[in-house]
């Protein structure tokens, strides 16, 4: 018997896809509670496991930035929500605050499978412990629902909390004022004239652009500018 088809990997540009799941803060369908808001899914594949709980505890402190930035945040465990209650008080208790965004109990790895986060494309494939093979992603969705970036980390390697908010902070600047960020950008640091901007109306809109090349085009883009332009 043939496999039965599945849908095309999820890529940049990508429709997030839709679910409904049970989670720690109750039932949610997920787009509906996203809203007209940004929200960053990230994976893990088991409760407990040490590196998870870091970056946890991290996101449990950071949360207000990335309130300030209209992001919400959601996790999803490869274990039930009754499992996860437990996990939370380790997690607050590392965090020194109380974590309250939520997390998705994914027991049949079912939206693991959907959003393409396992090691390999079989939702029972577990290790010799029963740890379901899950790749540790990150994806960052806007408000249109779409998939703005996709990250998958190894077992080992704990996330950079800053970056996602680096990242954030870029998108949300590339939306509103026609600019891209150059390598190692951070709010307040130069930014690049976007491609698909004349150079003639790019020296109108921002008179001091300094043109290194005829497609590397920099222009100033204040702090003040990238907070006006979270969501």
Same mark, same amino acid.
């Given at each position: 018997?043939? !496999?039965?088809?599945?849908?095309?990997?999820?890529?940049?540009?990508?429709?997030?896809?839709?679910?409904?799941?049970?989670?720690?803060?109750?039932?949610?369908?997920?787009?509906?509670?996203?809203?007209?808001?940004?929200a &960053?899914?990230?994976?893990?594949?088991?409760d407990?496991?040490?590196?998870?709980?870091?970056?946890?505890?991290?996101?449990?402190?950071?949360?207000?930035?990335?309130?300030?930035?209209?992001?919400?945040?959601?996790?999803?465990?490869?274990?039930?929500?009754?499992?996860?209650?437990?996990?939370?008080?380790?997690?607050?208790?590392?965090?020194g605050?109380?974590?309250?965004?939520?997390?998705?109990g994914?027991? !049949?790895?079912?939206?693991?499978?959907?959003?393409?986060?396992?090691?390999?494309? !079989?939702?029972?494939?577990?290790?010799?412990?029963?740890?379901?093979?899950? &790749?540790?992603?990150?994806?960052?969705?806007?408000?249109s629902?779409?998939?703005?970036?996709?990250?998958?980390?190894?077992a080992?390697?704990?996330?950079?909390?800053?970056?996602?908010?680096?990242?954030?902070?870029?998108?949300?600047?590339?939306?509103?004022?026609?600019?891209?960020?150059?390598?190692?950008?951070?709010?307040g !640091?130069?930014?690049?004239?976007?491609?698909?901007?004349?150079?003639?109306?790019?020296?109108?809109r921002?008179?001091?652009?300094?043109?290194?090349?005829?497609?590397?085009?920099?222009?100033?883009?204040?702090?003040?500018?990238?907070?006006?332009?979270?969501?």
């Open positions: 018997m043939a !496999d039965e088809p599945r849908a095309p990997p999820l890529r940049l540009g990508s429709l997030a896809p839709n679910f409904e799941a049970e989670t720690t803060v109750g039932f949610i369908d997920f787009h509906e509670w996203i809203g007209n808001k940004w &960053i899914l990230f994976s893990h594949p088991e407990y496991t040490p590196v998870c709980t870091t970056e946890l505890a991290a996101l449990a402190k950071y949360e207000p930035e990335f309130k300030k930035r209209g992001v919400k945040l959601i996790g999803l465990s490869a274990n039930s929500v009754e499992t996860h209650g437990g996990w939370i008080n380790d997690i607050d208790e590392i965090a605050c109380a974590m309250s965004f939520p997390i998705i994914d027991k !049949d790895r079912q939206i693991a499978f959907a959003y393409d986060m396992l090691d390999h494309q !079989d939702t029972t494939n577990v290790d010799s412990r029963g740890i379901a093979f899950t &790749i540790r992603s990150v994806f960052i969705i806007d408000p629902k779409t998939i703005r970036l996709i990250l998958a980390y190894p080992s390697t704990g996330r950079n909390t800053a970056e996602l908010l680096r990242v954030i902070d870029s998108l949300q600047a590339s939306d509103k004022h026609r600019i891209t960020t150059p390598v190692n950008w951070k709010p !640091d130069d930014v690049i004239v976007h491609p698909t901007v004349s150079t003639e109306d790019a020296k109108k921002w008179p001091a652009m300094r043109v290194v090349r005829p497609y590397l085009r920099y222009t100033t883009l204040s702090k003040e500018e990238v907070l006006a332009a979270r969501v």
